[in-house]
Structure formats: C-alpha cells, structure tokens
C-alpha cells in the first residue's frame, strides 16, 4: 500500500477555502490540500464538509483495515459476506492507490 501522510488530519481555514492539513510533519503544520468553494457548485458541494470528510481518510482507511482483519461470516450470509468482503477490499485498494 501507497503510504500517504501520517494522521490525523484536521479541517484548518485557508483564504481560498477549507484545508485539509496535518501537525504531524517533522517541520510542523503540513497543508495536505485545499478544498474551494465554487459558485457553480454552492448548496451542492460545500467545502468544509468536503474537507472533514478527506479529513477522516486516516481513520477511515484504518477502520477498514480493523474491519478487513476480523469480519467473519458467522454472522451472514456467505452472499452477504462476500460482498462485504469485496467492498472493504475495493475501498482498501482504492486509498492505497492500486
């Protein structure tokens, strides 16, 4: 898997719209990226619940890799499973950029 930057992430202010940064860099505050409000998109694509949600990636991604590692199917069905399964591995796959 790709390795991206440590988390956690946090939603900071930027003049151009939400940030995505991270405090964990060696040489402090890191601006991972910036999110911008459009006027074409506005009441459809907010951007600060755009940048809470890429926020979250670290925590997302780990808690797929936590589901991954002890989902069972004795608790569904083998279809359900499966599908589960494949979902989680796709998402997984996904945010290490395969």
Do not use: F
Request: aromatic residues 4%; proline residues 4%; hydrophobic residues 45%.
């Amino acid at each position: 898997m790709n390795k991206h930057t440590e988390g956690p992430w946090r939603v900071g202010r930027s003049g151009d719209g939400v940030e995505i940064v991270s405090d964990e860099m060696p040489s402090g505050v890191a601006e991972l990226a910036t999110v911008h409000s459009s006027a074409e998109y506005a009441g459809t694509l907010p951007a600060e619940a755009n940048a809470r949600l890429m926020a979250a990636a670290p925590q997302l991604l780990e808690a797929l890799v936590a589901a991954r590692e002890n989902v069972t199917d004795e608790w569904l069905s083998l279809e359900q499973y499966g599908r589960l399964i494949n979902h989680i591995d796709a998402a997984i796959s996904a945010a290490g950029g395969e």
